[in-house]
């Protein structure tokens, strides 16, 4: 079965760095498009970034542009958000996901905090 296990998330000093990873299973990783989404306590989730099949097409939300860089690892099956410059608005849990035929898989997500 199509598995999604996020990682990464911590507490963060405003400005600071961190590295998210999904490792992906059960489904073939290296022909799939994947994402990257968020919530914030009381607030819809939201979506950060795309990468296509191959990392050669990339988007991202206005929110995240020039500070969030998505790629991944065919060969490892994994999936990674580098967040830079980290502001407390970026506070959420954040879900890697994937369509597969007809359905749409989702991790159980990692919590990032940015606070002084």
């Known amino acids: 079965q199509v598995q999604l296990v996020e990682s990464g998330g911590g507490l963060v000093q405003p400005g600071g760095s961190l590295r998210l990873s999904c490792a992906a299973s059960?489904?073939?990783?290296?022909?799939?498009?994947m994402r990257w989404y968020r919530q914030a306590p009381g607030k819809e989730r939201e979506f950060v970034a795309r990468?296509?099949?191959?990392?050669?097409?990339?988007q991202y939300a206005d929110s995240v542009k020039g500070r969030f860089t998505i790629s991944r690892d065919n060969t490892k099956a994994t999936l990674y958000l580098q967040m830079n410059s980290l502001k407390p608005e970026d506070t959420a849990v954040y879900f890697c996901?994937?369509?597969?035929?007809?359905?749409?898989?989702w991790g159980q997500g990692t919590q990032v905090t940015v606070s002084s």
């Open positions: 996901n994937v369509p597969v035929d007809v359905l749409n898989y």
């Open positions: 059960g489904f073939t990783f290296r022909n799939s498009a």
């Open positions: 990468i296509s099949n191959t990392g050669g097409s990339l």
